[in-house]
Nanobody, 115 residues
Framework: QVQLVESGGGLVQAGGSLRLSCAAS????????MGWYRQAPGKERELVAV???????NTADSVKGRFTISRDNAKNTVYLHMNSLKPEDTAVYYC?????????WGQGLQVTVFA
């Protein structure tokens, strides 16, 4: 099992910044990537950004240029740096760790961006 502990969500004005952190623990073997998804009210969960253990990142078009994902392998921690936040970024953000055939999820962080 893998446990994911998220931190850093909150309330921010449009144009502001937040950094989300996700610390992983447990059986980290064969974890091929970690990242962030989000789910807004009434919408499906969507990928925001993911990063492999080798450092290759994939970022959704909707946040490209504003959000950056990074990781500290020594700490088993992944970060989501969110800049130029918009009200449409409001959602619950979930940390994800993927092993082939298995997804692990954090408890979710509320991020609310007000105009």
């Amino acid at each position: 099992q893998v446990q994911l502990v998220e931190s850093g969500g909150g309330l921010v004005q449009a144009g502001g910044s937040l950094r989300l952190s996700c610390a992983a623990s447990g059986s980290m073997f064969s974890i091929v990537r970690m990242g962030w998804y989000r789910q807004a009210p009434g919408k499906e969960r969507e990928l925001v950004a993911v990063i492999t253990s080798g450092g290759s990142a994939n970022t959704a078009d909707s946040v490209k240029g504003r959000f950056t994902i990074s990781r500290d392998n020594a700490k088993n921690t992944v970060y989501l740096h969110m800049n130029s936040l918009k009200p449409e970024d409001t959602a619950v953000y979930y940390c994800n760790a993927r092993r082939v055939g298995v997804d692990f999820w954090g408890q979710g962080l509320q991020v609310t961006v007000f105009a």
